[in-house]
């Protein structure tokens, strides 16, 4: 089975700053990942999927890179509405999350 | 747009099954290359994949519950129910479906249903 690694667990930061979380896969995963913004109380939402590709509707300071096992999420300003919980996946195993809160 | 909503029960006792539906719209589960999903999420911790069903009607279970878990679809109803045996306190939490776009072997889920906590307990 597949293992998914994220890093950091919870990571503070302040608006305006760029934040950048990981994803390790066990082995390669060729650019099969999707990364998903989850609020308290609320279902979690698609932000990226394969690896790169920005879902409809998400806000253009969310990327995504990488390929093989090492993937990163990036958000290059943060803002007030993004202090969330964030989860990457490839297909049945996901990351174990990563909290982003307030500095 | 897409949608999904999870019902069933909210509370369940200890060795009972649990049955969950999920109703979708604005899409077929006939389609090519969709499916839907059930994740489920214990208080506080982290999204544990369950089970998916294919437009084929392929299925796929998480190996650690593989022998709980059974999903069907009702194509005509929009509808894919999960069941799961024997419940226990630890799977207390919120189950949510969500419709998968499947490429291949890989995929992801969007949108999700908003999700039923279901709590188990005497």
């Known amino acids: 089975d597949i293992q998914m690694t994220q890093s950091p667990s919870t990571l503070s930061a302040s608006v305006g700053d760029r934040v950048t979380i990981t994803c390790r896969a066990s082995?390669?995963?060729?650019?099969?990942l999707a990364w998903y913004q989850q609020k308290p109380g609320k279902a979690p939402k698609l932000l990226i999927y394969?690896?790169?590709s920005l879902e409809s509707g998400v806000p253009s300071r969310f990327s995504g890179s990488g390929s093989g096992t090492e993937f990163t999420l990036t958000i290059s300003s943060l803002q007030p509405d993004d202090f969330a919980t964030y989860y990457c996946?490839?297909?049945?195993?996901f990351g174990q999350g990563t909290k982003v809160e307030i500095k | 747009q897409i949608t999904l909503k999870e019902s069933g029960p909210t509370l369940v006792k200890p060795t009972q099954t649990l049955t969950l539906t999920c109703t979708f719209s604005?899409?077929?589960?006939?389609?090519?290359?969709?499916?839907v999903g059930w994740i489920r999420q214990p208080p506080g911790k982290a999204l544990e994949w369950l089970a998916l069903?294919?437009?084929?009607?392929?299925?796929r279970y998480s190996p650690s519950l593989k022998s709980r878990l059974t999903i069907t679809k009702d194509t005509s109803k929009n509808q894919v129910v999960l069941t799961m045996t024997n419940m226990d306190p630890v799977d207390t939490g919120t189950y949510y479906c969500?419709?998968?776009?499947?490429?291949?072997?890989?995929?992801?889920?969007?949108?999700w249903g908003q999700g039923t906590l279901v709590t188990v307990s005497s």
């Open positions: 082995q390669s995963i060729g650019s099969w």
């Open positions: 996946q490839h297909s049945e195993t």
């Open positions: 394969k690896a790169s």
């Open positions: 069903i294919y437009w084929d009607d392929d299925k």
């Open positions: 969500a419709h998968a776009l499947i490429v291949g072997v890989p995929y992801w889920f969007a949108p």
């Open positions: 604005r899409f077929s589960l006939s389609a090519s290359g969709v499916g």
